[in-house]
């Protein structure tokens, strides 16, 4: 499984991304959360992209996709 992070200070965000190995960052292939963390970068909140876990998102979208509880 290939991984990717991103971290935004503001807000305090992380955004983590799996796919199989040799899946372009463009294509519809990515499993994306947005994880949410404090000051002392502890979990508050995670978000599925759409709310699921499906592997049909965008890595490169991933700031403006719509995440879900």
């Not at 499984?1 to 899946?23: C, F, L, N, Q």
């Not at 292939?29 to 963390?37: G, Q």
């Not at 508050?44 to 699921?52: A, F, K, Q, T």
Request: charge should be negative; charged fraction near 20%.
């Amino acid at each position: 499984m290939k991984y990717r992070g991103d971290y935004i200070s503001t807000p305090s965000t992380v955004y983590h991304g799996w796919a199989e190995p040799g899946t372009a960052e463009g294509t519809a292939l990515w499993r994306i959360v947005k994880e949410t963390v404090d000051g002392s970068q502890r979990t508050l909140e995670l978000n599925w992209v759409d709310g699921n876990t499906n592997f049909d998102n965008v890595w490169t979208a991933r700031v403006g996709l719509i995440y879900e509880t």
